[in-house]
């Protein structure tokens, strides 16, 4: 049998055109499925409560929403993130603080694959580029799954975290100069 080489490249092209778009449609619909949740503010000056959490049986994800706070640390695709609230200063205009020395308010979640992060800073290892929207203060700039896990993962960056069936689907970075 003797195929012309236009008939194989256009056969080639309509399988990666399929392939591709049930990819695209897949990730749609992973995005598409998380609801719409109501962001807290910001600069939130109280720490956000989850009434549902039982913390006397370990550490485990926190309920479905958006938590201002921070991840502390990542092990195994498994992020430990706490909530945070802003402290006005009086000699600058203030800064986040996580919870109390002692205090066992803290979470852990599995990092879903297909995580949306919304970095502050730009995806480069030296944080110079600032890609935050003017108008939030919330970081604009897509970057990977691993730029996330390498910058948040033993130190706390103040970001807006969304969680969703127990995963963390949703990490979007405060800026803070």
């Known amino acids: 049998m003797n195929i012309p080489k236009r008939g194989l490249l256009a056969a080639g092209a309509a399988v ?9 449609a897949q990730a749609a619909t992973v995005a598409a499925a998380v609801p719409d949740y109501k962001a807290p503010k910001i600069f939130g ?23 201002r706070g921070w991840i502390t640390h990542i092990r195994g695709g498994v992020a430990e993130y706490e909530p945070i609230r802003w402290k006005k ?14 205090d066992v ?14 970095s502050a800073y ?7 580029d600032m890609t935050v929207n003017r108008n939030t203060g919330l970081g604009a700039k897509r970057c990977s799954r691993s730029v996330l896990i390498k910058r948040h993962g ?8 969304t ?14 100069p």
Do not use: W
């Open 16 to 24: 990666a055109v399929v392939l591709s778009s049930g990819v695209a």
């Open 45 to 67: 000056t109280t720490f956000q409560k989850d009434p549902k959490h039982d913390f006397t049986k370990g550490i485990h994800s926190r309920h479905n929403g958006i938590l």
């Open 89 to 102: 200063g009086t000699e600058t205009e203030g800064l986040f603080v996580g919870p109390p020395k002692g």
């Open 105 to 118: 308010t803290a979470y852990a979640s599995p990092i879903a694959k297909d995580v949306v992060f919304l």
């Open 122 to 128: 730009g995806c480069k290892a030296s944080m110079s």
């Open 154 to 161: 033993d130190q706390g960056h103040p970001s807006l975290i």
């Open 163 to 176: 969680v969703y069936k127990g995963k963390i689907v949703k990490v979007q970075e405060i800026y803070t």
